[in-house]
């Protein structure tokens, strides 16, 4: 469930008063909250609570999908005894199942606005607003430009103290200091607690040069903010969804094949242009993806065609009959065209779902991190940071 300006999370957690003095044996972990307002939330069946509450405290009861909201209200008339009665009945009753439960201070979405939000927009965001992006009462969105190739989004709770610095750059090819510069002095000036890098798996950062000079001549944004955390002893993590969710997600659209074969000649055709790879060294990376993403098809028991190099070779003869494998045209895997103006066919859909799934992922995780009271930097392409600020102001706007 979607919560702005929350005050606690967990996971597979019940939560009680701050009165309560005791925990069922079967509740893995209580936390309290001072607040007034607050919201508990559970995984139940919706009649039993309705039964068992009896009318008493109907009122305090929503019904959202899967889940049961209870809002209690403590007063000087019935709320104690309400919420008294709410939390036994919880501990006595309910098992709750693993979820992003949150307290949130009098202040809540609905559960699927953030996503409904970015499937919306569907990767086409592409304006860039400076300034107060939007408000709520609280939470600030705003966004600057430090420099042409640099959009960079703030998220602000005056709840928890949390704040989101997500800096959006130009996946630079040759190494531009002044960029660099710009990450570190950023860095320095706020002093997160944690940082987040566009990759699925930080342990490379361990092979990193130990000179600053070496990770500026030899590797992109991403790593060198990695860099940079990791001088200064800060969490490095990564921002990007599980490449098993990423294809779940995927495959309730398109084939195994069309989306193995599209993010296979997409890795192609990166290494190809950003990493100036040619005849062997390509076709061992390209072999690498093609490898995982097989792995992965075979874990979700799903059937793919396409295993080796030469299966890849016949069904791109076999799609497009004018191209090699490793001449897949850029324009294929731009996620605002469309696979009838450049040729694709459904390359370009599949590349915009995937977007869509990684920018709500990067924005839902980072959310969740402002609400806990964190502050933190991301940094990931231009086109992700506009993404993430048209989607944290449907967001907001949501909630007027």
Known sequence: MTRIGGVISGGNNCLRTPDSTSAPSHTASTRASTSRNFCVI???????????????????????????????TRDSRKGGTAMKFVMRLLGSL?????????????????????????????????????????RTRSLNLSAQKPREDIYEVRMISSLSNGQLIFLGGPHVTSPDRSLFNLIESTFDKEKPSESYIEVNDVSYLRKLPEEKESVIATRGEPSYLGFIARERRVTVLPLEPRDIDLYVNLRKYFSADQIIL???????????????????????????????????????????SIKNIFDLTVAVRKIWPDFDWRQTPATWFNPLLSSEDTGGRFTNEIIRRKKTFRDFHYAQLLLSKVSEGSTVIALAGRNHAYSIASGYKCLLNSDK
């Open 262 to 304: 599209t993010l296979v000649l997409r890795e192609t055709q990166l290494v190809r242009d950003r990493h100036r790879a040619s005849g062997e060294r390509l076709e061992d990376a390209t072999f690498e993806k093609l490898r995982m993403w097989n792995q992965i098809a075979r874990e979700l028991d799903d059937v793919v």
């Open 42 to 72: 559970c995984s139940v069946t919706p009649h039993l609570l309705r039964q068992s509450v009896s009318g008493r405290f109907a009122s305090g009861l929503r019904v959202v999908t899967n889940q049961v909201v209870l809002n209690c």
């Open 94 to 134: 309910l098992f709750c199942l693993p979820s992003h439960a949150q307290v949130s201070q009098g202040h809540e979405l609905a559960p699927d606005a953030l996503e409904r939000c970015f499937q919306l927009q569907n990767a086409t965001a592409v304006n860039a607003p400076i300034g107060t992006i939007a």
